[in-house]
């Protein structure tokens, strides 16, 4: 009973996330340009130190040649974010006159 119960919320969390992201992509306002520019800076750490794990391998794993395109990846998210940022005015959806 109690992993059904977690199962629909996370169901419930993840819908609620989703929809969010459907109706401000829909808008297109500048929050949400920021707010996304935003998100995409915190993540570029986890994603970056992530993403070189998953190339690389850990714990003993055989190593690859690529070290540091995972940290590249990282940077290059966050770089994203940064831009989104500066450049927000020109994304946002223009107001049509009726």
């Known amino acids: ?46 994603i970056g130190f992530l993403a070189e794990i998953g190339i690389n391998g850990c714990c003993g794993a055989p190593s690859t040649s690529n070290k540091g395109s995972g940290f590249a990846i990282g940077v290059a998210v966050g770089i994203f974010g940064i831009l989104l940022i500066t450049f927000s005015s020109r994304f946002k959806k223009k107001k049509s006159v009726k």
């Open 1 to 46: 009973m109690g992993d059904a119960v977690y199962i629909a919320l996370v169901i419930l969390i993840y819908g609620a996330i989703t929809a969010g992201l459907i109706y401000f992509v829909r808008k297109r306002t500048r929050l949400f340009i920021i707010l996304l520019g935003i998100i995409a800076i915190l993540g570029a750490v986890p």
